[in-house]
């Protein structure tokens, strides 16, 4: 073969690559998901270690945030107050966002806002199925406010234990017997009750109630018995005296500062709102079923209960009057908002 047909059968085999190429479009990649951004949290809680309120309630949720992002999403519990983030000063640190989330109580923030102790005011509620239907009414309002005016996002409010009573050194089965006694608070409506009662009132952080306690800094202390037999107040004093002081509708929950959580992956935004769903339904069961065996176990250990007269209830009663005048005031249209809320919610309980 000539040089010269050399040369045109290489331009003709040319020239149909190049047609055949321009006729077949290129191939298209294949899209690829962008991957997930691995997060992990802190999250301080002021509860010890011991506390049952980590093994059935945040544990739960954080592992379930876990396991529905994948690994993505992680929050770690520091107990204790080990962070030293004051449950107290919740709303100010989320709304910068440091840290981005952090445990929130109603009842301990209605010193910033007021309309966040109507809830919890006593003799509002008389039993656990009043005060969950009450949580989950009043939620979305409470919810809509911190996000509005704090910045943030509420993820759950749950409970872990149902009554919350007096506990004490010696019996204390009247209101009488209250006088002059230094008890621990975490609520300003339980430190106003008190002091209509004569009692001297103690603001301390859970950390440091089993230290008073020993120390005689204190003669008792205002909490659940689900705290009571976790931190051992077995071993530094007598009583649980009965006083309807309140029926529990938040012992725990978190929120996220709104920027933080508005700026994670759709699939994490639903991942804690799903998991916080899921505890609120089961907390309440949770509760109802191991305060017994919480009872159980306190007598075991020592604690005598002081049952209250109706007498002495009704003078308690009476007592609270003036926080809840000061609540609502205080709370304006958000505690006036909450509280027509849980009345219609209770009302219609009621009838049912």
């Keep these: 073969m000539t040089r010269k047909k050399i040369l045109m059968l290489l331009g003709s085999i040319c020239l149909a690559v190049m047609l055949a190429l321009a006729g077949c479009p290129a191939p298209t990649p294949t899209p ?6 691995k997060i992990t949290w802190k999250f301080s809680s002021s509860y010890s270690a011991t506390d049952d309120l980590h093994s059935k309630v945040y544990q739960p949720v954080w592992d379930r945030v876990f396991e529905l992002t994948n690994g993505g999403l992680e929050i770690i519990n520091y107990p204790g ?3 030293h983030v004051d449950p107290e000063d919740a709303l100010y640190l989320v709304k910068e966002g440091t840290p981005p989330i952090v445990e929130f109580f109603s009842s301990r923030t209605e010193g910033v806002v007021a309309a966040h102790g109507v809830i919890h005011l006593p003799f509002l ?4 199925d009043e005060a969950e239907a009450v949580l ?3 939620f979305p309002i409470i919810s809509r406010n911190l996000e509005e005016n704090w910045n943030s996002k509420l993820l759950f409010s749950s409970p872990r234990s149902i009554h919350i009573i007096i506990w004490s050194k010696e019996p204390i089965p009247t209101v009488e017997d209250l006088r ?3 008890i621990r608070v975490y609520s300003g409506i339980h430190a106003d009750i008190l002091t209509a009662a004569g009692a001297v009132p103690v603001t301390l952080s859970m950390a440091e109630v089993y230290g008073a306690l020993q120390r005689a800094m204190i003669d008792g202390a205002i909490t659940s018995l689900s705290t009571a037999a976790a931190d051992h107040y077995d071993e530094v004093l007598g009583y649980g005296n009965e006083f309807p002081v309140k029926i529990e509708t938040d012992s725990g929950g978190a929120i996220v500062n709104l920027d933080v959580f508005n700026a994670l992956p759709q699939e994490y935004q639903d991942a804690l709102l799903q998991a916080g769903r899921e505890i609120m339904e089961q907390s309440y069961g949770i509760a109802k079923s191991s305060e017994k065996v919480i009872r159980d176990d306190l007598i075991r ?4 209960f002081i049952p209250i007269s109706e007498e002495e209830k009704a003078k308690m009663e009476k007592l609270a009057t003036p926080a809840w005048d000061e609540i609502m005031e205080r709370g304006g249209s ?3 908002e909450i509280m027509a809320m849980a009345q219609k919610t209770l009302k219609e309980l009621r009838a049912g």
Aim: hydrophobic content about 40%.
């Design 125 to 128: 509620l008389y039993n656990a």
């Design 32 to 37: 690829t998901t962008p991957e997930l951004p």
């Design 301 to 304: 250990r020592g604690i005598e």
């Design 180 to 182: 002059g006694k230094k």
């Design 334 to 336: 958000l505690a006036a």
């Design 81 to 83: 107050a080990e962070l």
């Design 136 to 138: 989950n009414a009043t």
